[in-house]
């Protein structure tokens, strides 16, 4: 099964390259995907990207070995997208300026 994390504009937590080993996890426990079996791609598509990217996310070790660890990032490629059997969508207008977030915090 293929999943795309995607890095959103305003996102006030972790970065999805940050937290991916945790999405991983979350995703194969909560959507019941083998850990051998989860095909995760991540995409950056925001204000401070120049260009669209998209990568393949491996790792070194795996469930039920171990945890998810020492993640690897391989730009996707055309050929991986016919292998996957779809392609990207296409990008929207690039937006200029930063986004803010619409989370408030909340002072008493």
């Known amino acids: ?40 791609l991540e995409h950056y598509d925001t204000w401070f990207c120049n260009e669209e990217e998209w990568n393949l996310v491996d790792f070194e070790k795996k469930p ?8 690897v990032w391989k730009p996707v490629t055309e050929a ?9 969508r296409r990008r929207r207008a690039k937006r200029r300026v930063q986004p803010t977030s619409s989370v408030r915090l909340f002072k008493r």
């Open 64 to 71: 039920p070995d171990s945890a998810f660890e020492n993640p």
């Open 80 to 88: 991986d997208w016919r292998d996957f059997g779809f392609r990207p």
């Open 1 to 40: 099964m293929a999943i795309i994390c995607e890095q959103i504009d305003g996102n006030p937590g972790h970065s999805v390259t940050n937290a991916i080993e945790y999405i991983a996890l979350q995703l194969c426990e909560q959507l019941d995907i083998e850990p051998q079996k989860l095909i995760l």
